[in-house]
């Protein structure tokens, strides 16, 4: 079995739903990640969290919110979505000690009409 | 800010060797990864270098000069399953900042 999944692995939506991808992890880390990969300009960081209390905003948060249900789960929603969120979105969670090594999801699909 | 530079695109044929460089500038440094991510599937690791020099892993190596903000990643001989991205991310803390990845093909 997969440590890191996500679901959905496709997803087609119109402009203006509302949208939430989920994570799962059976690694037992404390940290997980939100990316968000477009051709020619590699994964960039949406959101983290550090443990269930903790989330921060990475690099381009606007337009999506997270939630950290419990260590082994965190969701990313798109309130509205729009066509410049179509992507591919990946999961990914670490450990809190060693060398950060980021292990990651099989990744999201996602394509706003 | 992150500025994380690695070429585009290299072709090289099968049984060769191919160096993808990667340079960067950033407001903080704890190591540098490789991944290889092929098409449409998840990255996954391939080295980490934290201090200057050489590691090997079988058919890869990576290198890193901390004071040249330089890495590169040898892959040794090629084989066709070898076509993919590879992604240079340099750590700051507990986050990672990716370049854009090269893709590497290889050909018989």
């Known amino acids: 079995d997969a440590d890191v999944t996500q679901t959905p692995r496709n997803r087609i939506t119109k402009t203006g739903k509302r949208i939430m991808l989920e994570c799962s992890q059976t690694k037992g880390h404390d940290r997980m990640y939100w990316y968000r990969q477009d051709p020619g300009l590699g994964l960039r960081l949406i959101y983290y969290?550090?443990?269930?209390?903790?989330?921060n905003k990475g690099e381009i948060s606007d337009g999506y919110s997270v939630s950290r249900q419990a260590q082994a789960k965190f969701s990313l929603s798109l309130e509205s979505a729009i066509p410049n969120q179509t992507a591919l979105y990946f999961c990914?969670?670490?450990?809190?000690?060693?060398?950060?090594?980021?292990?990651f999801g099989p990744g999201t699909r996602l394509t706003v009409l | 800010g992150q500025n994380i530079d690695q070429p585009t695109e290299m072709t090289a044929t099968e049984g060769a060797i191919v160096q993808i460089n990667c340079t960067y500038q950033t407001s903080g440094f704890n190591g540098l990864f490789w991944y290889q991510q092929h098409a449409g599937e998840a990255p996954t690791f391939l080295s980490y270098?934290?201090?200057?020099g050489l590691e090997e892993k079988g058919r890869f190596s990576s290198f890193l000069s901390r004071s040249k903000g330089y890495s590169y990643l040898l892959l040794k001989e090629l084989q066709m399953k070898d076509s993919a991205s590879y992604l240079c991310a340099v750590r700051n803390d507990y986050k990672l900042s990716f370049g854009a990845g090269t893709t590497v093909t290889v050909r018989a």
């Open positions: 270098n934290v201090l200057d």
């Open positions: 969290s550090f443990d269930v209390k903790d989330i």
């Open positions: 990914a969670t670490s450990d809190l000690w060693g060398t950060n090594e980021q292990f």
